[in-house]
């Protein structure tokens, strides 16, 4: 070294060097997580009128149903 270069002198006290960086990721992940939970839940679906919903079944027990199957036996 020349005598007019010094050796590179340690920084004194401030902040270190991760500091910024995890700061910017934790707004981040705040702002992400205040936005889901800041959302309405969704409304339920509205039922159309006339049908009933006992136990496991919906709609008239009496309807005529026709079940079509498509199948390939290859």
Do not use: H
Not at 40 to 50: E, Q, T, V
């Amino acid at each position: 070294m020349s005598p007019r270069r010094s050796a590179p002198q340690k920084k004194q006290g401030g902040l270190p060097s991760w500091f910024f960086p995890v700061g910017i990721g934790l707004v981040v992940v705040l702002v992400v997580v205040g936005v889901v939970l800041i959302q309405p839940p969704a409304a339920p679906a509205p039922r159309p009128d006339g049908l009933s919903a006992t136990g496991r079944t919906l709609g008239d027990p009496n309807s005529k149903v026709a079940f079509v199957e498509y199948s390939d036996f290859q």
